[in-house]
């Protein structure tokens, strides 16, 4: 977790509305997405960012016990009560700040599923201007401005943009803005903009949404649902070289070694892969699936058996996400060729394909040359009815 007390850039998470539009008869950041609240959400994503933040969550006055037994003894993390309005609850969570601190930024935790790589670039752009910064994202709907039900003009989308949540502060000018900036304002920009700061833009997330009503809390389960659906798996295979044939590895033919053993033709990588892609999907081992004893794979080439495992995930609805793919030995020279192995598997697989190669340093029978050991991982995505 990166919350660290003392630390030069802080967060204000503000929990303390009602939210009566989701109608669950509880204020909308303690009400459960896929299990945990909004709130909890919010604290775990920027707890997930690359920068070290002083934690402030501002709640109704009658939750704050609940949401430190939530937190539990964390230092970085302070919980305080909201006022009657949201200008009062930023507020409050501002004034326990530190005076050391040097950015600040405000967050909603309605905007439960905002990646941690936007908090980190908000909090890069007030470090790099000294501005206070917004996401945003472009209006894609076209906009009217409309009396009741009439229409009176269409409104030039293209000044205008869609604003998220984190925004960040200089933390002194913000701080004072808010002791300054006595009327109400829908965001924290605004406030800092009405006290004669600038304020700036940097790309927003669709992910950040507000959930706001039913239906948005159905979108968010959803995509944590998505989320769910991701399995990861291991393969290892491991040849000695043996033979006269011509090496085959990573689905291509090196010339100037020997071949590696095997009942196909002893291409480690395609096999450690299918043994991810197998592991993830929970379909067994490439052992179990193309055996030493089916004549059908006497000889194979590694695309073989690629092509066919992809067959078993499609059949089980399962997709490939990616793989990576880790090649320990003394031979053969992989750089040279490294990405046309990456792209060969790439097209075989349809999605991205990493390698590497290391050697043990001489230890162990890759230290001396007797063959090749290959770590595969695979991510995969459950994606049909029949997915296990």
Not at 78 to 96: D, K
Not at 216 to 240: F, N, W
Request: glycine share 10%; charged share 20%.
């Amino acid at each position: 977790m990166t919350l660290a007390l003392g630390s030069p850039d802080a967060v204000v998470i503000v929990a303390a509305g009602e939210g009566t539009r989701l109608g669950y008869g509880l204020p909308k950041a303690f009400v459960p997405v896929a299990g945990s609240t909004m709130l909890q959400r919010a604290f775990d994503t920027v707890a997930a960012a690359e920068r070290a933040f002083e934690a402030v969550l501002v709640v109704p006055g009658d939750l704050v016990e609940r949401v430190g037994v939530m937190i539990g003894a964390v230092p970085a993390v302070r919980v305080v009560a909201g006022g009657a309005s949201r200008h009062e609850s930023v507020r409050r969570g501002l004034g326990v700040l530190s005076p050391n601190t040097r950015r600040v930024l405000v967050h909603d935790a309605a905007r439960a599923l905002t990646p941690a790589s936007l908090i980190d670039a908000v909090v890069d752009a007030v470090e790099l201007t000294g501005n206070g910064v917004v996401p945003a994202l472009p209006v894609v709907d076209t906009v009217k401005r409309v009396d009741e039900e009439r229409v009176l003009e269409t409104v030039d989308r293209s000044s205008l943009a869609a604003v998220q949540t984190p925004q960040g502060f200089p933390f002194a000018e913000l701080r004072a803005a808010y002791d300054s900036v006595e009327s109400e304002h829908t965001d924290d920009t605004a406030v800092f903009a009405a006290a004669g700061h600038t304020v700036i833009t940097v790309p927003g997330s669709p992910a950040a949404f507000k959930i706001t009503t039913a239906d948005d809390l159905v979108r968010a389960e959803r995509m944590l649902a998505g989320e769910a659906s991701l399995r990861t798996g291991i393969g290892v295979d491991v040849h000695a070289f043996g033979d006269t044939r011509e090496l085959r590895l990573a689905g291509l033919v090196w010339p100037d070694y020997p071949a590696l053993d095997g009942h196909s033709d002893g291409d480690a990588v395609a096999h450690a892969i299918c043994d991810a892609l197998l592991s993830a999907a929970k379909l067994g081992d490439i052992g179990g699936r193309f055996g030493t004893s089916d004549p059908r794979y006497s000889g194979a080439a590694g695309e073989v058996f690629l092509s066919a495992t992809l067959s078993l995930l499609r059949e089980n609805g399962i997709e490939p996400v990616n793989v990576a793919v880790q090649i320990i030995g003394a031979r053969p020279r992989f750089s040279a060729r490294r990405l046309d192995a990456e792209q060969l598997l790439a097209e075989i697989l349809g999605v991205p394909v990493s390698l590497a190669a290391t050697t043990s340093d001489g230890l162990g029978f890759t230290g001396r040359d007797e063959g090749v050991a290959v770590l595969a991982t695979a991510l995969v995505r459950a994606v049909g009815a029949r997915a296990q």
